[in-house]
Protein backbone atom coordinates (compact mmCIF):
# COMPACT_ATOMS: atom_id res chain seq x y z
CA UNK A 1 0.00 0.00 0.00
CA UNK A 2 1.01 3.04 -1.19
CA UNK A 3 1.38 6.26 1.82
CA UNK A 4 -1.24 8.06 -0.56
CA UNK A 5 -3.61 4.95 -0.31
CA UNK A 6 -2.93 4.53 3.44
CA UNK A 7 -3.85 8.41 3.92
CA UNK A 8 -6.63 8.63 1.27
CA UNK A 9 -8.26 5.35 3.32
CA UNK A 10 -7.46 6.88 6.72
CA UNK A 11 -9.00 10.35 5.73
CA UNK A 12 -12.46 8.11 4.14
CA UNK A 13 -12.80 6.38 7.43
CA UNK A 14 -12.80 9.46 9.89
CA UNK A 15 -10.08 7.94 11.91
CA UNK A 16 -8.58 10.54 14.83
CA UNK A 17 -4.94 8.60 14.75
CA UNK A 18 -3.25 6.73 12.40
CA UNK A 19 -0.48 4.46 13.95
CA UNK A 20 1.80 2.69 11.72
CA UNK A 21 3.72 -0.34 12.60
CA UNK A 22 5.06 -3.02 11.32
CA UNK A 23 7.31 -1.63 8.61
CA UNK A 24 8.98 -3.35 5.85
CA UNK A 25 12.88 -3.40 5.81
CA UNK A 26 12.61 -1.66 2.22
CA UNK A 27 10.85 1.25 3.29
CA UNK A 28 12.87 2.12 6.49
CA UNK A 29 15.42 4.18 4.39
CA UNK A 30 11.77 6.44 2.92
CA UNK A 31 10.55 6.28 5.91
CA UNK A 32 10.67 10.40 6.23
CA UNK A 33 9.59 10.86 3.04
CA UNK A 34 6.64 8.54 2.95
CA UNK A 35 5.62 10.35 6.71
CA UNK A 36 5.45 13.36 4.40
CA UNK A 37 3.23 12.29 1.69
CA UNK A 38 0.70 11.03 4.59
CA UNK A 39 0.86 14.12 6.54
CA UNK A 40 0.36 16.40 3.33
CA UNK A 41 -3.44 14.01 3.14
CA UNK A 42 -3.97 13.23 6.09
CA UNK A 43 -4.79 16.06 9.12
CA UNK A 44 -4.85 14.17 12.02
CA UNK A 45 -2.28 12.57 14.26
CA UNK A 46 0.26 10.23 12.82
CA UNK A 47 2.30 8.09 14.85
CA UNK A 48 5.39 5.63 14.18
CA UNK A 49 5.16 2.85 16.15
CA UNK A 50 8.31 1.18 18.26
CA UNK A 51 8.72 -2.12 19.81
CA UNK A 52 7.28 -1.55 22.82
CA UNK A 53 4.97 1.37 22.81
CA UNK A 54 2.29 1.86 24.65
CA UNK A 55 -0.56 4.15 22.92
CA UNK A 56 -3.65 5.47 24.44
CA UNK A 57 -6.82 5.13 22.88
Do not use: C, W, Y
Not at 9 to 37: A, D, P, W, Y
Amino acid sequence: MTPSQIALISKEGNVEKLVLSHFMKRTLVTQSENLKVIKKHFKRDVVLATDGMLIDL
